[in-house]
């Protein structure tokens, strides 16, 4: 069964530090989601994007994140400088086209710490 | 914009016995409801989901019931078991393919 994939699954970085997760979405899903999840919380949508188009990044922190998915298919979220407050896991999340787009598949996450 | 409460942030029960989670949106539009597991250090996983033209969908053990005047929405699991035990969230899926999540309910089943 296919599934989305995340690296790394630990990060582990000093503050004011560049980090970066990669995604690889489901094959065919055309819309991916980066959410941040603090403990305890429910995931929170960073920013959306439809095939290499940014759908919706209101709530990503753009004095220090940045989001791509140049070809369309895998994507890189970034955070520079790292802050304290970072620390969560970072989720990825795929799902179709179409009617079926509501369907979100999640990847394993990467859990980030920083120092 | 969109906002969804989930109760109760924590739910005991004994091992056998029914548990019911409950979520109220604030958006009419909405027309999505899914209902996720998350188990320690796990990813969420789709466990139900209903659209809003089904008042009630069954899976098993698993029932999602949907109250679009009210615009609420509740997961009931019958015959509880260990493997049962997790955080439970819901969410309302809007116009653009988001969902709006709820704080989360865990779930504890007692032996």
Redesign the interface.
């Known amino acids: 069964e296919a599934e989305v994939a995340q690296s790394p699954r630990y990060k582990i970085t000093e503050k004011s530090q560049a980090v970066a997760f990669w995604c690889d979405p489901i094959s065919g899903h055309a819309?991916l989601?980066w959410y941040r999840q603090i403990l305890?919380?429910?995931?929170?949508?960073l920013v959306?994007f439809q095939d290499e188009s940014v759908?919706?990044d209101s709530q990503l922190p753009k004095d220090r994140f940045s989001a791509e998915r140049l070809k369309g298919v895998d994507s890189t979220l970034k955070i520079q400088p790292a802050e304290l407050g970072d620390s969560a896991m970072y989720?990825c999340a795929s799902?179709l086209p179409g009617t079926s787009?509501?369907?979100?598949?999640?990847?394993?996450?990467t859990?980030l710490t920083v120092t | 914009g969109e906002n969804v409460e989930q109760h109760p942030s924590t739910l005991s029960v004994q091992e056998g016995d029914s548990a019911v989670i409950k979520c109220t949106y604030s958006d009419s539009a909405s027309n999505?409801f899914?209902w996720y597991k998350q188990e320690l250090?796990?990813?969420?996983?789709?466990i139900i989901?209903i659209r809003s033209n089904v008042g009630e969908k069954k899976d098993q053990r698993i029932a999602v019931t949907l109250n679009k005047t009210a615009k609420h929405f509740s997961l009931h699991i019958t015959e509880t078991q260990p493997e049962d035990s997790a955080v439970y969230?819901c969410?309302a899926?809007d116009s653009?393919?988001?969902?709006i999540?709820?704080?989360?309910t865990k779930l504890i089943i007692k032996p």
Request: aromatic share 18%.
């Open positions: 819309t989601y305890g919380q429910g995931p929170e949508l959306q759908v919706d989720l799902s787009s509501y369907e979100q598949y999640f990847g394993p996450g859990r | 999505y899914p250090g796990k990813r969420p996983q789709l989901d969230f969410a899926g653009n393919y988001q969902l999540w709820g704080a989360g």
